[in-house]
């Protein structure tokens, strides 16, 4: 069953320090999406990407985040200068968008990120 | 105004029983309905996805009310493996909204 992967599974970083987090999306959606979870919280929406724009970010997705598909099958999640509160889970999402079954959501596994 | 509304429970029920979860959403341009199940540290998996006529999938039982716009499963014949929270999610345009998930815990 395809699925959407993603890299590192756990990342510590100092407070201040660029992350990348780094999704491949199933093959052939055309949707991606970032979410993120801090622990014990609801999945929050961070960004929505399709037709290599960002499409909708929420309040959280602030200067300091960015979004990039750089060669057609990867999907980044970058944050430029992490502060202790960004420490949460990340997860990537994608879905088709096909009339029929494009409209379910499929999660990758997540990045959990500590910043300390 | 929050998208979705869920109760967070806890739920604690015995082996064998039938629990029920509701979740209600503010848009009724909403077009799409689902149910997902998060493991401790996992990512929410879908379950199942939910449709005005209902639908069933084994001991789970999905409903849409457009109505009242709300969304229920119900789970007969709880197991210990079904402890999980289980998010509902509601899509709007491109858009997914979840609840904040209702933690289940079936004892023995």
């Known amino acids: 069953e395809p699925e959407v992967t993603q890299t590192p599974s756990h990342q510590v970083t100092q407070m201040g320090q660029e992350v990348i987090l780094r999704c491949v999306p199933i093959?052939?959606?055309?949707?991606f999406y970032w979410y993120r979870q801090i622990l014990g919280q609801k999945v929050e929406f961070l960004v929505s990407?399709?037709?290599?724009?960002?499409?909708?970010k929420s309040e959280i997705f602030d200067d300091q985040f960015s979004v990039e598909r750089p060669d057609g099958s990867n999907f980044t999640l970058k944050i430029r200068s992490t502060k202790l509160e960004d420490s949460a889970m990340y997860f990537c999402?994608?879905?088709?968008?096909?009339?029929?079954?494009?409209?379910?959501?499929?999660f990758g596994e997540g990045s959990w990120l500590t910043v300390v | 105004r929050k998208e979705v509304e869920q109760d967070p429970g806890p739920f604690n029920v015995p082996e064998g029983a039938t629990v029920a979860f509701n979740c209600t959403y503010s848009n009724s341009a909403s077009q799409s309905f689902f149910w997902y199940r998060q493991d401790c540290r996992k990512e929410p998996k879908l379950l199942m996805s939910?449709?005005?006529s209902g639908n069933e999938d084994g001991r789970f039982t999905a409903q849409l009310n457009r109505a009242s716009q709300y969304i229920s499963l119900l789970i007969r014949d709880s197991k210990l493996s079904d402890s999980a929270t289980y998010l509902c999610?509601?899509?709007?345009?491109?858009?997914?909204?979840f609840g904040t998930g209702t933690s289940l815990t079936v004892i023995p």
């Open positions: 999402a994608s879905r088709g968008g096909g009339f029929i079954s494009g409209n379910t959501i499929y």
């Open positions: 990407f399709y037709n290599n724009e960002i499409s909708e």
């Open positions: 093959s052939n959606h055309l949707y």
């Open positions: 939910v449709y005005s």
């Open positions: 999610a509601v899509n709007t345009g491109n858009q997914f909204y």
